[in-house]
């Protein structure tokens, strides 16, 4: 049995929509539509998705926040819903958008009252800190109010607050969204950590393919509240032949570049952009073009979710889902 279990899982909502001067209709929204799928215990899974696929519902359900309309669930072999307390104590949660600790506190005495409300014992509070403290390095800032934070900072704040008390499973919703890049890396190399050394089960939610990238063996697709596509990264962009960009800054302006491997597909002046494909290594082209241009400056940027998603759909035509899943 894995230790995420979601058989058939539905969420609808009524909204209510204005219909002329003085009616209102009723309409239902399927949020989440017919789920499946398994977490294994020490696994780091990519869930992804376009704006309203169903990403952020499927984890409320996780957690017991919302209950299904429909389907089975099962979190650590309990039914979160139900025994959303006590599950509480088995899994960690972080939102990007939001905090979980106190603003007008300081770091420090979040963390006291995480460890009083997880009842969780003296040794291990004191170790499970040092070792956060450490690896996040919050050492400076324990003292600080959380509202004085920059956002990075928070993060790993919020990162730590949700790992205090050793959940088995840990949702992440958008946990590198609007950080810098130094910021970013510092999140991605706590969660490696996290997850291989304390085999703690991650489940990831993100618009970054880099955090996908260089965090999960497993990605995946959910839309319109199914899943699409479950497997690696690499079959994900070979589904859709995603391209990566390269931003290339000549110290001239030069005719398109022509190297193996890469198409001109922009020219602005000395600045280029080549589309290379997302699968393959871009090392090859980037010694082509450093050996045979005057090169100033170049940058990687990874394909947008949504254009991996929409370009998956084109080239598997009407039918994504039995293609990939
Ligand atoms: N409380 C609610 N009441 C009504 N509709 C809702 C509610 N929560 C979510 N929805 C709808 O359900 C659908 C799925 O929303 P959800 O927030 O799960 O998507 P998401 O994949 O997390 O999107 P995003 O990437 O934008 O956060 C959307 O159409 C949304 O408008």
Redesign the pocket.
């Known amino acids: 049995m894995g230790i995420i279990e979601v058989h058939n899982v539905s969420r609808t909502?009524?909204?209510r929509t204005r219909a002329g001067r003085l009616r209102r209709e009723k309409r239902e929204?399927?949020?989440?539509d017919g789920l499946d799928f398994t977490v294994e215990e020490g696994e780091c899974v990519g869930y992804i998705?376009?704006?309203?696929?169903?990403?952020?519902?499927?984890?409320?359900m996780l957690t017991g926040i919302l209950v299904p309309t429909g389907g089975r669930l099962r979190v650590a072999g309990v039914d979160p819903a139900r025994e959303r307390v006590g599950l509480a104590r088995r899994i960690g949660v972080v939102f990007g958008q939001r905090t979980t600790l106190w603003w007008d506190l300081p770091l420090r005495d979040s963390y006291e009252l995480a460890r009083r409300i997880y009842r969780i014992p003296d040794a291990h509070y004191r170790a499970n800190l040092e070792r956060c403290v450490e690896l996040l390095e919050l050492g400076a800032l324990l003292d600080t109010p959380v509202r004085q934070l920059s956002l990075g900072q928070r993060m790993r704040g919020d990162l730590a607050a949700a790992l205090l008390h050793d959940p088995q499973v840990l949702y992440l919703?958008?946990p590198t969204i609007g950080l810098d890049v130094v910021s970013k890396s510092r999140v991605r190399a706590f969660l490696r950590e996290v997850n291989t050394l304390q085999r703690t089960t991650v489940l990831l939610?993100t618009?970054d393919l880099t955090d996908i990238e260089q965090l999960c063996r497993r990605v995946m697709v959910?839309d319109h509240?199914r899943v699409v596509y479950d497997g690696g990264l690499e079959g994900l962009h070979a589904a859709g032949e995603s391209e990566r960009t390269l931003v290339v800054d000549l110290a001239e302006v030069c005719a398109p570049i022509e190297v193996p491997g890469a198409r001109v597909v922009r020219t602005d002046g000395p600045r280029q952009w080549l589309a290379i494909p997302a699968r393959a290594s871009a090392a090859p082209v980037l010694a082509a073009v450093a050996a045979r241009y005057p090169l100033v400056d170049l940058s990687v940027r990874e394909p947008a979710i949504e254009d991996v998603i929409a370009r998956m759909y084109s080239s598997s035509e009407a039918h994504p889902k039995g293609a990939t899943v």
């Open positions: 909502f009524t909204v929204v399927r949020a989440v998705g376009p704006n309203g696929a169903g990403k952020s519902t499927t984890i409320k919703d958008e939610t618009h959910i509240g």
